[in-house]
């Protein structure tokens, strides 16, 4: 009797496991609009709603007052009037929008007849000033409203990143050999007997090597993160919130590095070795991340750790 009970109570459990979900049969019955503007959203990262700032000096919008202009290579034809010729530009009423002025994107449209871009966008800094740009035109003077978007973005720009490099490269070196000289504490050379400033240097390198990884094997993935940021990373993608682990593992290694230092140094000897820290881990993530893109960066990163951890025990051993 008690078996056939428990049977049955298993059975009661088992089936109550199974769940239908609602009966939504109209659920996916969305119209052609809303199809394209959700499959406009998963190649473009943006979408009706979006903010965007604007981070060039200027950006230059067609305003428009009812439908698509029917020509819309208007942007760079020319007409001759007599001997001069002038843009067709001047014949369409525009609006230059400034560096940092807010938008809002306000409508979307393709125009196949376009040869340059076919994808147009109407843009509004308030209800009064509005209109169109084209894509291409419109992403590359402007940047996501969101902080860190922005922050990606300044520290994404190429030409910026080599010059940094050669800043690094060449002020580290002298700062190393200048604290050298000086018979200074710095991290690697004359280290304090603390695995921290090690650990602080590993973890940039190795950020910077999986940040130049996501970008170069899965860049619509680190486009998604551009357009739509977050520091929570069991929001994420494993790559990407993986990286972020590492974001919030460089700023606590930092906090529990300044802290330790101070109990092995006076106070001018630390800041002298925050500055040599500092230096380090400049060149480390700007040595990283240019030297990923071309593959260098992970064999380059398995010697780095190797020689650190070695630095470190001798250090300890004197």
Not at 99 to 118: G, K, M, N, Q
Not at 142 to 169: G, K, R, W
Not at 270 to 290: E, M, N, P, R, W
Request: proline residues 5%; aromatic residues 14%; charged residues 15%.
């Amino acid at each position: 009797m008690r078996r056939n009970l428990f049977s049955l109570l298993c059975t009661f459990l088992l089936v109550s496991c199974y769940n239908q979900g609602p009966i939504t049969p109209d659920a996916w019955n969305l119209t052609e609009q809303q199809l394209d503007s959700i499959s406009f959203y998963t190649t473009h990262h943006y979408s009706q709603g979006y903010n965007f700032v604007v981070s060039k000096d200027s950006l230059v919008i067609l305003e428009q007052q009812n439908e698509m202009m029917p020509v819309p290579d208007i942007l760079t034809s020319e007409i001759t009037a007599g001997d001069e010729t002038m843009p067709m530009l001047s014949l369409v009423d525009s609006i230059t929008l400034r560096h940092h002025e807010h938008l809002v994107v306000a409508d979307i449209r393709t125009v196949p007849t376009d040869s340059i871009d076919s994808v147009w966008v109407k843009v509004a800094r308030d209800q009064l000033t509005f209109g169109w740009v084209r894509e291409m035109d419109l992403l590359a003077a402007v940047s996501p409203d969101d902080p860190i978007s922005q922050f990606i973005d300044f520290f994404s720009n190429t030409h910026l990143l080599f010059f940094l490099a050669f800043c690094a490269l060449v002020g580290g070196a002298y700062g190393v050999r200048h604290l050298l000289r000086k018979g200074a504490k710095i991290v690697h050379f004359n280290d304090i007997p603390s695995f921290y400033p090690t650990l602080l240097c590993l973890l940039v390198a190795a950020s910077a090597v999986l940040y130049s990884s996501i970008q170069l094997f899965a860049p619509e993935m680190w486009r998604h993160f551009y357009y739509h940021p977050s520091l929570n990373p069991y929001a994420l993608p494993w790559h990407l919130g993986l990286f972020i682990v590492f974001v919030w593992a460089l700023l606590i290694v930092a906090i529990a590095t300044v802290d330790d230092i101070r109990h092995h140094l006076t106070l001018g000897e630390t800041i002298l070795y925050l500055g040599g820290l500092a230096a380090v881990c400049a060149v480390d993530y700007v040595v990283f991340s240019v030297t990923t893109l071309y593959y260098i960066g992970y064999p380059l990163l398995i010697a780095y750790i190797v020689f650190a951890i070695y630095r470190l025990s001798l250090q300890k051993s004197l």
